[in-house]
């Protein structure tokens, strides 16, 4: 049996037919794949339980020995739904997937996952293990962190406590995960220096943020944003946040920090029914301010950049609560005023109005607008998923939200030619953005003031002055609410 020493240039050695690595913190054993491993598990920040709820994430505690790595560590608290997977609150860990044990220098991909800032976990992707996107030389990372109430929590008493503003805990848990990979992924084979941080959904927003926080920089060299808004409903205003705060604890029938801290996480679910309703706080730090007031300003992370979404995202509303009343009470969007700007090429029914309404809303104006502000400090590009499988089409409207995930990271089961080709186009143009920061040439960079995304569909195509209606008005509205006086 050969034993590796443990530097960076020769990261892994077997043990007892495993392999075993050596971290900051403490060797850790996990499972060989084929010439690849996984490890599972693995701690990045200290648990979150007693004193250390509701405080950022604070630095793991080493161990002696090795630590068993072959298995998924437990999901942080959440509402159970599907398959039950074991929880706790000492649930800061990551998994780690390695294409080769002998490798050294591979580009890292960091996945964030998503699930509206209330549900998942980093096992998501890491559940299967050498997916054709690590296969072609991809250290592939998914950490866990905080959500919900956990990972959401504004008062008052924090404030006091840490004599600033805090509730951001979701966003300090993945930093803690991006120093924990600089520090250490070149010993299961990775590059610190080429490190690409890519989520949908909550994922999307949650990398949206890591760009405009200032205590992430340098910790990543590329981003990919799916589905990640950024303009509408990004983030809230600290008063806001604390009083939503208030408001849980009152319910929870906690009148002080302590009290809030003996709840039982049962408690604490209990005391947030209805629809999840989370999201990045201007905490003046960590969110110094409106994430996209933050791209507006040049302010952000000036990283080679991926952002898009797909064609019916209304699909998610669903979830969020979100009909024609809450679009007209909570955000002022009459459905009725844009009818004619949206029935330009003919009549929609009430039900089609509406989604092309919200699709637009939160996730295509803020992903090609996004892409605007973003492109004034680095090259970026957009794109548009809009493919629907052959078998659906006579029955859904259009690519549903993070459609485009299973296609990129080759998870589905089965393929047809169509499917094959897009799947296939996709993994060439975002390992290439991986490895080397640009998705190649048949995909220009974006010009600020021209929307032009990749639009993925049967036939995959650039389309110039994309929607540029619709946009330039959900454009004009996002400057006036922002007081940007900077366009996209």
Known sequence: MRFWP?????????????????????????????????????????????????????????????????????????????????????CLTLNVVTPDRHAKGLPVLVSVHGGAFAFGSGR????????????????LVS??????????????????????ATGNFWLSDQIAALRWVRDNIARFGGDPAKVTVLGCSA?????????????????????????????????????????????????????????LRALSPAQVLAADPGPPDYGAMEDGR??????????????????????????NEASVFGLMGFDAGVLRDRFGIDVAVLRPMYERNGPLADAELLRRIQTDFIFTSASQGMAGLAARAAPTWS??????????????PGAPHCADMPYLFGLKASLDPEEARLSQAMQDYWYNFIATGNPGP?????????????????????????????LDYWWSRWLRESDSTTAP
Not at 124 to 136: E, G, K, N, Q
Not at 143 to 164: D, I, Q, T
Not at 291 to 305: D, E, I, M
Not at 383 to 396: G, L, M, N
Request: hydrophobic share 45%; aromatic share 8%; with cysteine.
């Open 124 to 139: 998501y992707i890491a559940d299967h293990d050498l997916s054709p996107i690590v296969r072609r030389g991809v250290v």
């Open 442 to 470: 048949s995909w220009p960079a974006v010009r600020p003031g021209h929307p032009a995304p990749m639009v993925f569909n049967t036939t995959s195509r650039v389309e110039p002055d994309f929607q540029r209606e619709r």
């Open 143 to 164: 950490p866990n962190y905080r959500v919900g109430r956990m990972g959401f929590f504004a008062h008052s008493a924090l404030r006091a406590e840490n004599g600033r």
């Open 203 to 259: 994922g999307g927003s949650s990398v949206n943020a890591l760009m405009a926080a200032p205590a992430a920089r340098g910790l990543f060299a590329r981003a990919s944003v799916h589905s990640g808004g950024g303009f509408f409903n990004a983030s809230r205003p600290m008063a806001l946040a604390e009083a939503q705060g208030l408001a849980f604890a009152q319910r929870a029938g906690a009148k002080t920090l302590a009290q």
């Open 286 to 311: 960590l969110v110094p301010m409106g994430v996209s007031r933050v791209f507006a300003a040049g302010r952000q992370a000036h990283v080679p950049l991926i952002v898009g979404s797909t064609s």
């Open 383 to 396: 794109y548009h998923f809009a493919f629907v499988p052959q078998a659906e089409r006579a029955t859904s």
């Open 6 to 90: 443990l530097i960076a240039a020769a990261p892994l050695m077997l043990g007892n037919g495993d392999p075993v690595v050596r971290t900051d913190h403490g060797a850790v054993r996990g499972q060989a794949i084929e010439q690849g491993a996984a490890f599972r598990g693995i701690p990045f920040a200290a648990p979150p339980v007693g004193p250390l709820r509701w405080r950022e994430a604070r630095p793991v505690r080493p161990w002696r020995g090795i630590r068993d790595a072959r298995s998924f560590g437990a999901a942080c608290i959440q509402p159970a739904r599907g398959e039950a997977l074991a929880q706790s609150e000492d």
